[in-house]
Structures are given as C-alpha cells and as structure tokens.
C-alpha cells in the first residue's frame, strides 16, 4: 500500500531499524507512563475550564495528537532520504495491518473515554486503580493463554507487590467512593488497555515490528472517527471564557501524553514481554502523585510514600529480569538462537551484515 508523505505508510520497516534494544524500550515505557500520569489533572481542569465531557477530552485528544503526528510526518518527508542500504523489509499482510490499525485504535478509544467516564463517574482514586490494577491481571492472563508467556514466581511477586503498591498509593488516604456503574466503566477500560497492550506485543514477538509512528497516527485516526457521532451528540465545542488556559491544556494533552506518550508506548510494548510492559506502566499513578504534591499543592502522606516505594520497586525488579533474560531480537531471515548470547556462537542481529574471519 502506498502513503502520501503526510501519511504514513501501514507497511512494516525494514530488519534493520525494526524496534529498539530492551534498555531503550524500558526506558520508553517509563516516559510514557510518566507522560500518563499527567492526563487526569489535565482532564480534570479541562472540564472546569471548558466544560467538556469524556467523549470530548477523547476527541480533542485524538484530534490533538493527529494533526501532532501528521505535522511530524511532512517534516520527516521534507529531510533529505539517507543513502544508507537497508536490507527490504518483508511484506505485512493486509489482514495483519488493518488488524493492527483497527485493534489499536478500537481498543484506545474504549480505553481512554470509559477512563474518563469512570473517573467521572466514582472519582479519581477509584477509577485509577480499578482501571491500572485489573489491566496488569488481564494482560497476565491474556499473555499465559495467547502467547504462553510466563512470569515465573518473581515475576508474579513483583505483579503483587505493584498490585499492593496501587492500592496503597491510590486509596491509602481514605477519599474515593465506589459506585458499580463506576467500576464496571472501569473495568471496561481495563479491557481496552489489556487488548492495546497484547496486540502490541503479539505482532511484535516475531521481530519485524511495525513503525510505531505509523501505528500511532492511524490508530489516532480510527479513534477520531469513532468518536465523533457520540461527540457531537455530547457537545464538542468547550466553553472559552479562558480561551489561552483551555487552548493551552489542549495543546499540552494532544502533545505530551498522546503524541509522545503513544509513540514510546507502541515502540516499547512490542519489545518487551506483555505482563511487564503493563507493570512498569503503573509509573503512571506514581507521576500522578508527584503532580499532586508538586503542582496541586497535596499533603505527602505515608500511605503515599509507601505506595510510591512499592510501585517503583516492582518495577526496578521486572526491568532488571527483563533485561536479563532478553535476547537480542532476530529477523524472519535469522536461524534458530544458539546459545551463548551476542558474542561468541550467539545469534545475529537481524540485518546486520556479519564479516568471514
């Protein structure tokens, strides 16, 4: 399929720049995550300030992020093609792109409108931790039966202890009030941020990863078209009594924890194993924290430092299992890994020319 150079192409790329090193993929996952915790306190004011409903913030995000996305794509096709020779990239199925097109944008839309529905709905402490505490269970579960990725008992432990750090973190200092409808939309949203994540990682298990930039605009492009028959009949048009405050949070939510966030988050969910990718994405009640004493003006309280403690040392714990038992990703022209690692006797890299001695 060809692509205009605003648009980017569905097609994979090449072996050679197919994702990035399980270091840089955790790191991107953790900048994600941080960029997350910012969107409830942005969608919090948004709605004071302009009044806009879930399905709102979720189209204006979509909105935001795409044209952020498509700006990026004219400047990338504006630079000069680089000369370097790049092994050709095997051909994506048509089933296979559209399925990842669709399923991630389908599966965004459902995750960040029925989050800001359930924050609404029961509030943030609530709709947090039901939404980001059932995610890493189903995506657990959904690894083991699908791919038959196992955590082992560690892993498990960790997955406990960032289970038992949210809690504490979230509703350790009493507020929250749980309503069924509440929960139920957050569960929904669970299920949504479970199928994002194991698609991510089921299409990237055989190392021909997709370009993240390419999923993320078109799958901001599904999500825009979704919402806008419930958008319009919500009312998208927010309030402009403070038209530079509103105009700027919008700005601020296309750019950071949509756009950027995005993009991280597709680049490292295909690299790393699925039930951590959702763990160390539990960041995101961490950053959120750190907003609500260091913006917001919130108390510190022990519940919070402790919660804080045990999120940051479930994830501290996976990324260096992680890291540890990676190995190095292979293209569909590679054999079997040997074992020995990336030294001597240890599998090559996939489209990296290997010199006779």
Request: aromatic letters at 4%; a positive charge; charged letters at 15%.
């Amino acid at each position: 399929m060809r692509s205009s150079p605003l648009l980017p192409s569905l097609s994979l790329p090449s072996p050679a720049s197919s994702g990035p090193s399980v270091g840089r993929a955790l790191l991107s996952l953790v900048v994600a995550g941080a960029a997350w915790g910012t969107v409830g306190a942005v969608a919090a004011l948004l709605h004071r300030a302009g009044d806009l409903g879930p399905v709102a913030l979720s189209f204006w995000r979509c909105a935001g992020g795409l044209l952020l996305m498509l700006g990026w794509s004219a400047l990338r096709a504006a630079r000069p093609a680089r000369s370097a020779r790049r092994t050709p990239a095997a051909p994506e199925s048509r089933g296979r792109r559209w399925l990842r097109v669709l399923g991630t944008g389908c599966g965004m839309t459902l995750f960040q409108t029925a989050y800001f529905a359930a924050v609404l709905e029961t509030g943030l402490a609530v709709g947090t931790v039901v939404t980001l505490g059932a995610g890493p269970v189903l995506i657990a579960a959904g690894a083991r039966l699908l791919m038959g990725e196992r955590l082992g008992r560690g892993g498990l432990a960790a997955v406990a202890g960032a289970l038992t750090g949210l809690v504490v973190l979230v509703l350790g200092g009493g507020g929250g009030t749980v309503r069924p409808a509440g929960v139920a939309l957050a569960l929904l949203s669970a299920t949504g941020y479970a199928g994002v994540g194991l698609l991510a990682r089921w299409l990237g298990r055989d190392g021909a990863r997709a370009d993240h930039r390419s999923t993320t605009t078109w799958a901001l492009a599904v999500g825009m078209v979704c919402l806008l028959p419930w958008g319009l009949s919500e009312g998208l048009l927010p309030h402009m009594e403070e038209p530079v405050r509103v105009l700027g949070l919008l700005g601020y939510m296309a750019a950071v924890p949509t756009a950027l966030a995005y993009s991280l988050y597709f680049a490292g969910a295909a690299v790393v194993r699925a039930a951590t990718t959702a763990v160390v994405m539990l960041i995101e009640p961490v950053a959120a924290a750190v907003i609500a004493v260091a913006v917001l003006g919130e108390r510190l309280t022990g519940p919070m430092l402790l919660g804080t403690g045990l999120l940051l040392a479930a994830v501290a714990g996976l990324a260096v299992a992680e890291t540890r038992t990676a190995a190095p990703v292979r293209g569909p022209a590679d054999g079997p890994a040997r074992p020995g690692g990336p030294g001597r006797g240890g599998p090559r890299r996939s489209g990296t020319a290997v010199r006779r001695r």
